[in-house]
């Protein structure tokens, strides 16, 4: 009564160590940098030509394959919930977003560094001023924690020369949907 079958290579993951006690059911690790479990991809593949030899159809995904397509689906569902509504998401599941830095804080060498240190009674003030006379021209938001202000791709973009003569320095930066908002790239105007 069954019409295909799917094996995925056991995983250990952090997460499961604990509740799995997978050491002490024998299993180890397959490697320092693989989360595969010993013995599971050939248990699988010895299982599949099992199946297959029945003339069962079947596949097998191997941890690898796991983590590369659905990690780039899990990034999109997040982006997709984390975007801000004038935010755009890409294939991989990064934000682009169109980001007016003010001077003192565009990144670059040491960049997490100048966050945790930078005097926020003296930025969050001028960005606040800042942003309210972006918010004249367009949608925005003021992002405290990396003390930068948040606007439309297309109208940073457009906008490079109107926002250099407010002081503040237009970049296009595809970060990931995620707590720290990891940037991957950024592209200055």
Known sequence: MVDFINFNELERSDTQ????????RGY?????????????????????????????????CTAQLKDSVQMRQRLRIRASHAALPFDE?????LLLRGIPYVPTMVPGVAYKEKLKTANREVILPELTRLLRAVEKMTQA???EKKLRLIAPPAFVKKNATKLKKMRLVPA??????TEDALDVTIEFF
Request: glycine share 10%; with cysteine.
């Open 17 to 24: 160590a604990e509740h799995y006690k997978l050491d002490a």
């Open 141 to 143: 938001v003021l992002d």
């Open 172 to 177: 296009m930066v595809e970060e990931y949907p």
């Open 89 to 93: 998401c890409t294939e991989e599941g």
């Open 28 to 60: 180890k690790q397959r490697g320092s940098i693989s989360y595969g479990v010993q013995g599971s991809r050939e248990m699988a593949i010895t299982l599949l030509t099992y199946a297959w030899s029945k003339g069962l159809s079947g596949h097998f």
